[in-house]
């Protein structure tokens, strides 16, 4: 089976732009959940979705949003970028049962400058 | 409190050592726990998982739980250079599937 495929791998922004990055997930899985990865805060969930449907949600600002097509692939999309939301963005995919492991894609580098 | 704290590291072992990594968390209801292991500018990918207390084995790693204590480990025995890598613990719980809490890490390193 194919992996978990993110695009574009990186990103140049400068601060007030937007961004949507793109996440297809490994072939049969439903959900896919988005996280940031900064040095200083770690791994932070950003939200689930589940067959089209936001499952979860975790404690980012509104300007951070997403959505889920019918195919499972999945957009995340940052508005007003600011100076702090530069991050390794990941996608990780899994059936969306408990305790299935989330399978994470390479990540996209997004620079804000 | 963090809800998912790991030992702050780093930690370096010499080649065929065991390393030891430690995690605790505080959600009591947290179901399902996981290591991964990330290298140096990739994204996490699984080392292994446990939902029952007691030992996993897989090859040169152990995961051991501890409900009770909130307590999850990660054993890795004849460690090699290729070891090297920060490691990740990761907790589901009643929050939802597709939500997993990580800690911040524990960077190991093994020397040759």
């Known amino acids: 089976k194919a992996g978990v495929t993110q695009t574009p791998r990186y990103l140049i922004k400068t601060r007030g732009q937007q961004v949507t990055l793109s996440c297809s997930p490994i072939?049969?899985?439903?959900?896919v959940s988005w996280y940031q990865q900064t040095p200083g805060q770690g791994l932070q969930f950003l939200f689930e979705y589940f067959s089209e449907t936001q499952r979860n949600k975790g404690n980012f600002p509104g300007r951070f949003s997403g959505r889920q097509f019918s195919n499972s692939r999945s957009e995340m999309n940052v508005s007003t970028l600011e100076l702090g939301d530069s991050a390794l963005y990941l996608c990780?995919?899994?059936?969306?049962?408990?305790?299935?492991?989330?399978?994470f894609g390479p990540g996209t580098r997004l620079l804000v400058l | 409190q963090k809800e998912v704290e790991q030992n702050s590291g780093p930690l370096s072992v010499p080649e065929g050592a065991i390393a030891s990594l430690n995690c605790t968390y505080s959600d009591r209801v947290s179901q399902s726990f996981f290591w991964y292991r990330q290298y140096s500018g990739k994204s996490p990918e699984l080392i292994m998982s446990?939902?029952?207390?007691g030992d996993k084995e897989d090859g040169r790693f152990t995961a051991q739980l501890n409900k009770a204590s909130q307590y999850v480990s990660l054993l890795i025995r004849d460690s090699q250079p290729s070891d090297s890598a920060t490691y990740l613990c990761?907790?589901?719980?009643?929050?939802?599937?597709?939500?997993?809490?990580f800690g911040d890490g524990t960077t190991l390193t093994v020397k040759p």
């Open positions: 990780a995919s899994s059936t969306g049962t408990l305790h299935e492991t989330q399978y």
């Open positions: 446990i939902y029952s207390n």
């Open positions: 990761a907790v589901k719980g009643h929050m939802g599937a597709g939500k997993s809490t």
């Open positions: 072939s049969g899985h439903r959900s």
